[in-house]
């Protein structure tokens, strides 16, 4: 039985200056930045990955007893192959719910999310980390996000992340001039070298997407964005359910270098 219904879509509601940028990625699946509330958060995306290689494995090994034997497929695999899908899109919906809710509650009315098609088309990232990127359905996240904030009367706008992951927050464009890619000293860590600062690395990437959409395509009255908000960081983990916070992990993610982080 498939019921199709009619919904009236939103106007898009006035840019009123309030905004979240999001940086995709593989352990953290969405990083968001909010100018509005001068927080950050992480949805992690480690457990999508963790279904998907517990599925996947169980699968190889009953279609491989099945090729012994001549045949392509059976009940039990496309039983697995349901469940693993089933739990799969919860968790993008969780995901993106928890995105959407956070945007209508803190009266955000743009939601910035980078475009990883080039990076995901061009770049060698070694196999096991290229495995990850073509595992994770990022497609599915943008149509779940667009058509999700829209029912909210939200727009969301793509934006390119070239060198988004390179540029210090402090630095004065998001370009190939002020990109360094040393910066990046370990996964997940970000350090600004003149400033003597470390920040999440994914966190810079978010803050760093909005900074170069404001530079290339917003009109309209200036928006100051403090660095020091990268500072206030949350992290949800997937409890299968839901994604509840864990912890605030802005003192070990985002301080000098002198504390301990570089």
């Known amino acids: 039985l498939i019921l199709i219904y009619k919904v009236n879509t939103p106007k898009i509601k006035s840019d009123n200056g309030n905004y979240l940028s999001i940086d995709l990625g593989l352990n953290n699946l969405a990083t968001c930045y909010s ?6 958060f992480i949805i992690d995306g480690g ?26 497929t059976s009940k039990r695999i496309q039983k697995l192959y349901q469940k693993r ?7 993008l919906h969780s995901a993106t719910k928890k995105i959407v809710n956070y945007c209508v509650k803190h009266n955000i ?29 990022y497609d599915k996240l943008y149509h779940q996000l667009e058509y999700k904030l829209k029912l909210q009367g939200i727009d969301l706008i793509k934006k390119s992340e070239k060198y ?21 000293v370990q996964r ?11 920040f999440n690395a994914d966190v810079v990437g978010a803050f760093n997407i909005f900074r170069k959409y404001l530079q290339q395509c917003r009109r309209g ?42």
């Open 221 to 262: 009255p200036d928006i100051n964005l403090s660095v020091k908000s990268l500072n206030n960081l949350t992290k949800f983990k997937w409890n299968q359910h839901q994604f509840v916070e864990t912890k605030s992990i802005s003192e070990s993610s985002s301080s000098d270098r002198s504390s301990g982080c570089g």
């Open 188 to 198: 997940g860590l970000y350090v600004d070298k003149e400033k003597n600062k470390a």
């Open 164 to 184: 988004t992951s390179q540029c210090s927050p402090y630095s004065k464009k998001v370009t190939k001039k002020y990109a360094d890619k040393s910066n990046r």
């Open 35 to 40: 100018n509005n509330t001068e927080e950050s």
């Open 47 to 72: 457990q999508y990955l963790s279904i998907s290689r517990y599925f996947n494995k169980k699968i190889k090994h009953y279609q491989s007893i099945l090729n012994s034997q001549g045949k392509k």
């Open 85 to 91: 899908n089933r739990q799969l899109n919860h968790l």
């Open 109 to 137: 009315t743009r939601v910035i999310v980078g475009d990883i098609k080039d990076i995901r088309d061009d770049n060698n990232m070694g196999k096991v980390n290229n495995q990850k990127l073509h595992q994770l359905p």
